[in-house]
Nanobody
Framework: VQLQASGGGLVQAGGSLRLSCAAS????????MGWFRQAPGKEREFVAV????????YYADSVKGRFTISRDNAKITVFLQMNSLKPDDTAVYYC??????????????????WGQGTLVTVSS
């Protein structure tokens, strides 16, 4: 599975962005998908994950209520809608795909495939 993230950019605090992650491969619908981020000088952290069917989602406490992860298996794409953005959300955002891992494992970054990052910058 190859992953291509897009949609990053510069936005003012309080604004919104929608990230997309296009996948290749016919097995996309079998994978759980996630978004992670890495801010300058910090370790990568979990943002959100969605199950292969799209029926289950989990979020980091820091984005709960502001971000929404979704997927379109027909278009083999996963999305991250980000609202009420804060300067602390500034980071490179990565999408990832995994299969067979527990929720805890995925939240700790145990994924099989990673895309290149897309930079999100939130100005104050």
């Amino acid at each position: 599975v190859q992953l291509q993230a897009s949609g990053g950019g510069l936005v003012q605090a309080g604004g919104s962005l929608r990230l997309s992650c296009a996948a290749s491969g016919r097995t996309f619908s079998s994978f759980d998908m996630g978004w992670f981020r890495q801010a300058p000088g910090k370790e990568r952290e979990f943002v959100a994950v969605i199950s292969s069917s799209g029926g289950t989602t989990y979020y980091a406490d820091s984005v709960k209520g502001r971000f929404t992860i979704s997927r379109d298996n027909a278009k083999i794409t996963v999305f991250l809608q980000m609202n009420s953005l804060k300067p602390d959300d500034t980071a490179v955002y990565y999408c990832a795909a995994g299969i067979g891992y527990s929720r805890t494992g995925m939240m700790r970054g145990r994924m099989d495939f990673w895309g290149q990052g897309t930079l999100v910058t939130v100005s104050s």
